[in-house]
């Protein structure tokens, strides 16, 4: 599976950005898919993610209510929309995949140790 994150870039506070995933190389019917980012001097921390079938979503309280997960109309892609940015949502963002079966297609996967597949990260830099 090949993941690619895109649609960083300087925004300044208070803006918006849409950050894309496209994942290639699929070989289950099922994927959850989640967005990660890592701060400079930070750990790497959940964002959202997104159950494979029925859209489910989870969100890290820092983030819940300005930022949304969405699948696209094309099975491959994810998006994250990201409104209201603060300067602590500067990070590298990444997004990452993993199989699931239709018996747990519904299931949103929050923690990253989850997931096997990752993209190579877009930079966000919200700055004034």
């Known amino acids: 599976v090949q993941l690619q994150a895109s649609g960083g870039g300087l925004v300044q506070p208070g803006g918006s950005l849409r950050l894309s995933c496209a994942a290639s190389?699929?070989?289950?019917?099922?994927?959850?898919i989640g967005w990660f980012r890592r701060a400079p001097g930070k750990e790497r921390e959940g964002v959202a993610c997104?159950?494979?079938?029925?859209?489910?979503?989870y969100y890290a309280d820092s983030v819940r209510g300005r930022f949304a997960i969405s699948r696209g109309n094309a099975k491959n892609m994810v998006y994250l929309q990201m409104n209201s940015l603060k300067p602590e949502d500067m990070a590298v963002y990444y997004c990452?995949?993993?199989?699931?079966?239709?018996?747990?297609?519904?299931?949103?996967?929050?923690?990253?140790?989850?997931?096997?597949?990752w993209g190579q990260g877009t930079l966000v830099t919200v700055s004034s």
């Open positions: 190389g699929l070989s289950s019917d099922y994927y959850a």
């Open positions: 997104i159950s494979s079938s029925d859209g489910s979503t």
């Open positions: 990452a995949a993993k199989p699931v079966t239709f018996y747990n297609r519904n299931y949103r996967y929050p923690d990253p140790q989850e997931y096997d597949d």
